[in-house]
């Protein structure tokens, strides 16, 4: 038999202690998601407001936009702004895990739950990303003659890497849900 008090206030300094290790850098990751949703948000509105800027990356593409509307460059901040409004899920994601953190749901199918979905979020906001690369070029070339229409279809290296480290998460997540309700079950046979 077990003195499941003492257990307990030991379990609690433990975790005190964490919350006391990682209380500074869940803040710090809180408000960097923040910052990184604007961010991303200015650079999207400030990219497809510049007629010019778009024209010169697209170049660099081998895609010729050259002579776009005002019309198109909205479409395709649209298209821009529907997997930035997935990145901000996903960021809501990691603020509430890291808020759950600070307040001591450290290892929970809470945390877990929290570490799942802005796994997810941030996992069909890469693949959203990818995928809608040849619709923007689409978009893009709408204005030209028919044989002049580009479907521009291409991965960069940090896509994979951001797949695979966002599929990593997915993974550790569930690990985290088994071993949480596996402590729970523990502490029901205590």
Known sequence: ???FAALSSFDDRRLDSLRRRIGWLCQTLRFALVGYCLWIFVTIVMFWSDESLVVSRFASLKVDV???S?????????VSFV???LLVVACYAG???FSGYLEGRIFTPDAAGWLRCLALAGLIAALVDIAARPLTSLILTA???AGAH???IYLRPEDLSTVMLLATLLALAHI???AADIADENAQIV
């Open 1 to 3: 038999m077990t003195d």
């Open 66 to 68: 050259e002579g776009l």
């Open 70 to 78: 005002a019309d198109q460059r909205l479409a395709a901040f649209g």
């Open 83 to 85: 997997i930035w409004a």
């Open 95 to 97: 603020w509430r895990l």
């Open 143 to 145: 204005h030209k003659a």
């Open 150 to 152: 580009m479907v521009s």
């Open 176 to 178: 985290q849900k088994t």
